[in-house]
């Protein structure tokens, strides 16, 4: 099983419909898609900066930021499975179908190591793929990315967030980065 998640940057690229039309039609039976803070978690965090409250309720917004990512994902291409836990991924991957996260369970009543501003949509795709024990993660992101795929520096330039290096670290599986250009590189992972 695969874990790709789509940035939330995409959600206004024109490309996103191609994205979703490649993984619809080659990752059934194989893929999980996380869907990725999109505006929906930015808002939670000028909200955040202009009322100050606590990082639990931040956290909270941003899931169910993802979550209205996760609709639209869903609304564009109908045929994706929500799914709200591991049971629900797992069974639709099985089935020969794409699931496509509802990260529900990712809602918090107290704070722990997800609920703060150095954990984004990327380190809770590789919190979600340790958890499925999957073969691969795959982020797709709208920013040029540089050859060199080295977590610390991309986490110093903001690419992916600062727990992700440590995450990737413990990855018993390939994590890969593409550029929201590379979708003939996805395709290419996708048909091996």
Not at 77 to 85: K, R
Not at 106 to 121: C, G, I, M, P
Not at 170 to 177: D, K
Request: with cysteine; aromatic share 6%.
């Amino acid at each position: 099983m695969w874990v790709v998640k789509i940035g939330g940057s995409l959600a206004k690229d024109p490309g996103l419909m191609s994205w979703l039309d490649l993984i619809g039609s080659l990752g059934g039976g194989r893929v999980v898609i996380v869907p990725g803070g999109s505006i929906y978690a930015d808002s939670a965090r000028k909200a955040q900066a202009e009322w100050r409250f606590d990082d639990v309720v931040a956290h909270n917004m941003a899931v169910l930021g993802m979550g209205q990512f996760a609709f639209m994902l869903q609304g564009l291409c109908p045929d994706l499975v929500m799914a709200a836990n591991e049971r629900e991924l797992e069974r639709a991957v099985h089935s020969g179908r794409v699931a496509l996260w509802m990260p529900l369970e990712l809602l918090r009543r107290e704070a722990d190591e997800l609920t703060n501003w150095d954990v984004t949509s990327d380190s809770l795709a590789l919190w979600l793929a340790n958890r499925l024990n999957a073969e691969r993660l795959i982020l797709v992101k709208s920013c040029p990315l540089p050859d060199d795929t080295d977590f610390d520096e991309l986490a110093a330039a903001g690419i992916v967030d600062r727990r992700f290096p440590a995450l990737a670290a413990e990855a018993a599986y390939p994590v890969n980065l593409l550029e929201r250009t590379k979708l003939p590189l996805m395709r290419e992972l996708l048909l091996e």
